[in-house]
């Protein structure tokens, strides 16, 4: 969940750092550090509390000269957020100097054989027993940088993506990477380390994506060597990676999460691009032509998932079961492995995640593997853990998502999702071709229709203020709109801190309703569709009760209308593809009432864009 960049090479490194923990800050902003090497040979660490602006201020009119140098915004798991606890982390001699993204799970018992040697340490982290235990190697053994940091990963339990400098060799940088991200990036005479390519792209397209209990050299004048904890060497394996860089800015807006529910009409056709063809009436997926056999004959699916992600599964099943008659289980990836899931080799598992990287999913991921369970995956960065992981899949192609709370990576997934159904559907010939077309027409529309809805923004901006005082909010839907409820509740409970819960409208009245009176919100998903009047009679329990309702209509709604008290109107669309459209609302709703309320709500307070930890 923190966020590492490192720089080795002839242009000075402070920039080039904190570039890109502006770039990485969305992975964490509870403190934030850097270690240069200068050209004396002197090893320098700098570190805040908060965030990447802080840090800034602190060093300005410092001496940052150096052009070797490591660099981290943190998420704090072990120990609270403080300056002791920020990273970089020094070896007792200061020596060393290391940032860590990860979990190690057994520094516990590692910083208890430490002490008993005679370490006293500064911080109650788990990354300053990984750097103390590396510089304990070196000088006990007489070794090398490199052994010593294998040495030291072959006695760690748990996650990590790890850059350690050191100053008896200023030349070198040595990263490690284990179910944590790490990207190597290749200049001309020079490299970069990230935890993923937004730092990278403006500088180099050429990256190498470490796996798992890879470790990588990165030294002056010489290749990129890449080796295991055991010392055995593989041939880096280069990618050229596209990135638009005014995807990384703000673009005007005020916010990215703002930007990032503006980009989704674009995004959603560049997801849809040479996958829909209308005028042919087809759909195609590479990935289901490449193994349309093992996904046609499965027993069941299996969508694993966490969060937003999790939303976007339960519509993926829905639409699955719907099109193409597979039943299919929706699970959260957190919870998968440890209830003994019965799986085996007739099952397909599709696993979601917009980062490729959710540490909980790719162990769920590894977990089916191993039970012989075919694995799509759907993700948004290329060349990601689970994109590698998994044995095919689909890139959801919305482009880097900067805000921390999910928006167009959702109606990516959900975008993906109605593809691969529809493609599954057209080869098991369960779905009759006057409905194909009419989906696939309509998909081909959803763009514009998107466009459409963004023009209420200022109408939604003028209603939020409306909604500060609310402690609570309901957020109710039915069939395909039921899984939009719950992330429209999630979104407004991670950037307003208000408490929201999403629930099914039927379900209502099995508990929830006794939370209803006059200081009760409830937004309710009242589009017309197959299940319009038993949201009705749902809304009336509500308007009994003085709830106060927002309602999403359907264009030309009379009857809604007239009960709610706050209409927000869609245009019309299928069913199966309402999801596409009223999450947009939902999306500004919370995000104008966050900023009414004053908050971040491009970094809401405890989270992380990229879950890397469980």
């Known amino acids: 969940m923190c966020g590492i960049v490192g720089y080795l090479g002839e242009?000075?490194?402070?920039?080039?750092?904190?570039?890109?923990?502006?770039?990485?800050?969305?992975?964490?902003?509870?403190?934030?550090?850097?270690?240069?090497?200068?050209?004396?040979?002197?090893?320098?660490?700098?570190?805040?509390?908060?965030?990447?602006?802080?840090?800034?201020?602190?060093?300005?009119?410092?001496?940052?000269?150096?052009?070797?140098?490591?660099?981290h915004t943190r998420w704090a798991t072990h120990g609270e957020p403080c300056t002791e606890n920020a990273h970089p982390h020094a070896s007792p001699s200061g020596r060393l100097a290391l940032v860590h993204n990860g979990i190690i799970e057994n520094y516990a018992t590692l910083k208890n054989k430490l002490q008993a040697k005679g370490y006293a340490f500064r911080s109650s982290t788990d990354t300053e027993v990984l750097?103390?235990?590396?510089?304990?190697?070196?000088?006990?053994?007489?070794?090398?940088?490199?052994?010593?940091?294998?040495?030291?990963?072959r006695v760690v339990v748990g996650a990590y993506?790890?850059?350690?400098?050191?100053?008896?060799?200023?030349?070198?940088?040595?990263?490690?990477?284990?179910?944590?991200?790490?990207?190597?990036?290749?200049?001309e005479e020079e490299f970069f380390l990230a935890s993923d390519a937004t730092p990278l792209v403006e500088y180099t397209k050429k990256m190498v994506y470490l796996k798992d209990e890879e470790v990588a050299v990165l030294q002056r004048g010489k290749e990129l060597r890449i080796v295991d904890l055991h010392n055995i060497q593989t041939t880096p394996e280069i990618q050229e990676v596209e990135m638009d860089l005014t995807q990384l800015e703000k673009g005007g807006f005020p916010h990215f999460m703002l930007k990032e529910i503006f980009d989704q009409p674009d995004c959603i056709s560049d997801c849809m691009r040479g996958r829909i063809q209308p005028a042919e009436m087809r759909v195609f997926l590479s990935a289901v032509e490449e193994h349309k056999e093992r996904l046609l004959q499965a027993r069941r699916y299996v969508i694993i998932a966490c969060g937003t992600s999790w939303h976007a599964a339960l519509i993926g099943k829905q639409l699955i079961e719907h099109f193409c008659r597979i039943p299919v289980e929706v699970a959260y990836a957190s919870e998968f492995r440890y209830a003994e899931p019965v799986i085996g080799a007739e099952d397909v598992v599709i696993a979601i995640s917009q980062s490729g990287e959710t540490a909980d999913t790719l162990a769920a991921v590894e977990q089916a593997k191993r039970q012989g369970a075919f694995i799509y995956g759907i993700c948004n960065n290329v060349g990601s853990s689970i994109a590698r992981a998994t044995h095919t899949g689909s890139y959801i192609h919305v482009g880097p998502e900067v805000g921390v709370a999910s928006t167009k990576a959702f109606t990516g997934q959900v975008t993906?999702?109605?593809?691969?159904?529809?493609?599954?559907?057209?080869?098991?010939?369960?779905?009759?071709?006057?409905?194909?077309?009419?989906?696939?027409?309509?998909?081909?529309?959803?763009?514009?229709?998107?466009?459409?809805l963004l023009t209420l923004n200022e109408s939604i901006a003028a209603l939020a203020p409306i909604f500060t005082y609310a402690r609570n909010f309901i957020y109710l839907g039915r069939g395909y709109s039921y899984p939009v409820a719950l992330e429209g509740a999630l979104k407004l409970k991670e950037i307003s801190y208000i408490h929201a819960e999403g629930y099914p409208a039927a379900e209502m009245k099995h508990g929830p309703i006794a939370l209803i009176d006059a200081e009760m919100p409830v937004v309710v998903i009242a589009v017309r569709d197959g299940l319009y009047e038993k949201v009705l009679s749902n809304i009336q329990e509500i308007k009994a009760r003085q709830g106060k309702i927002i309602a999403l209509v359907t264009e030309g709604d009379t009857e809604v209308t007239r009960l709610a008290d706050y209409c927000i109107t869609l245009p019309p669309t299928l069913e199966c593809l309402e999801p596409l459209i009223a999450s947009i609302p939902l999306q500004l709703l919370a995000y104008h009432i966050a900023v009414c309320k004053g908050k971040n709500v491009d970094q809401p307070r405890n989270l992380a864009k990229s879950v890397t930890v469980e």
Not at 161 to 174: L, S, Y
């Open 11 to 71: 242009r000075e490194a402070y920039p080039v750092l904190l570039k890109g923990l502006k770039r990485l800050e969305y992975r964490g902003y509870d403190s934030a550090g850097m270690a240069l090497l200068n050209p004396r040979g002197e090893l320098s660490i700098y570190k805040t509390k908060g965030k990447v602006a802080g840090l800034e201020s602190f060093v300005n009119g410092q001496d940052m000269s150096g052009s070797n140098g490591i660099a």
């Open 131 to 153: 750097v103390y235990l590396i510089e304990y190697i070196q000088q006990k053994e007489h070794t090398d940088l490199l052994t010593a940091v294998q040495l030291a990963l």
């Open 161 to 187: 993506a790890i850059a350690v400098i050191d100053r008896e060799h200023p030349d070198m940088i040595v990263a490690a990477r284990k179910s944590s991200p790490l990207v190597v990036g290749i200049g």
């Open 416 to 452: 993906v999702l109605t593809l691969l159904a529809l493609t599954l559907s057209r080869e098991k010939k369960t779905m009759d071709d006057q409905l194909f077309e009419k989906i696939i027409r309509e998909l081909s529309l959803i763009p514009g229709k998107m466009k459409q």
